[in-house]
């Protein structure tokens, strides 16, 4: 009798794992895409570029599917109060082609809170009181985000005019660029975050003037030793449409 019930105990935990691990062979293809948002509210910014910036974020936050994941970051600023960060995912859905009433309430409460977020960090009060701005600091902080993205095509949108303003890099006039050579020092100590694979999109930047010119080419090479690349289609001043926040090729 007692082999009997150890048996079909064995059975049902067979059935059980074997049930789990379908579940999880179905959830990963739809685990979605982790978006990461750098949010640059600095007092280089004119108030017409952070109504840009918070209305491509919230027409990006419209488009958010289950099982994506969004991270927003407040640029790394110098300020008394350390910079705002918010995480979270919409949990994937068994069949992503067939969402269940829960599954579409779970995605629109995800949100309307992602919105009261993005209230939150575009903060005109808070923007008086920033007396630096961190991009390094902010792409480091990323960089983390994404070795936390759990395989999800991930991909780093930098709302920002990408104008570093600290005691040691101050992007302010054009020969104050880091050159090359400051690259390849970085690179030697391993200070440089690694984002290989991560899809980058800066919409915000100076891309007519000569300082403008020169910053893009600086971060190009910085975004190069990081392990990414940044196509001039996402390098731009100002994007409309949330579906051009990607790359070729999915991420």
Known sequence: ??????????????????????????????????????????????????????????????RLQAGDHLTLIEVYQGGRQPARQWTDSIRAPMNSGNLTGSDRRRLDDFKAIARIQTSILFDSVRAKEIQSTDIFGTLARAADYAKASRNRPTTLLLLSDMIN?????????RADI????????????????????????????????????????F?????????????????????SDPSEVGCPGGN
Not at 4 to 19: D, E, P, Q, T
Not at 182 to 207: E, F
């Open 165 to 173: 303003e600290t005691p040691a890099v101050n992007m302010i006039s």
């Open 178 to 217: 880091p050159d090359d050579r400051w690259i390849r020092h970085l690179a030697a100590a391993k200070r440089i975050p690694q984002l290989r694979g991560v899809c980058v999109v800066v919409a915000g930047a100076d891309v007519s003037s000569a300082r403008g010119a020169a910053i893009r080419e």
């Open 219 to 239: 971060w190009n090479k910085y975004f190069e030793a990081a392990g990414t690349h940044v196509s001039p289609d996402n390098y731009r001043n100002m994007i």
């Open 1 to 62: 009798m007692m082999r009997i019930v150890m048996a079909a105990l064995i059975s049902i935990v067979a059935v059980v794992v074997a049930a789990c691990h379908d579940a999880e062979g179905r959830e990963s293809p739809n685990q979605g895409h982790s978006y990461i948002v750098g949010i640059d509210i600095s007092g280089s910014r004119t108030k017409a570029d952070l109504d840009e910036s918070r209305k491509l974020l919230d027409d990006l936050i419209d």
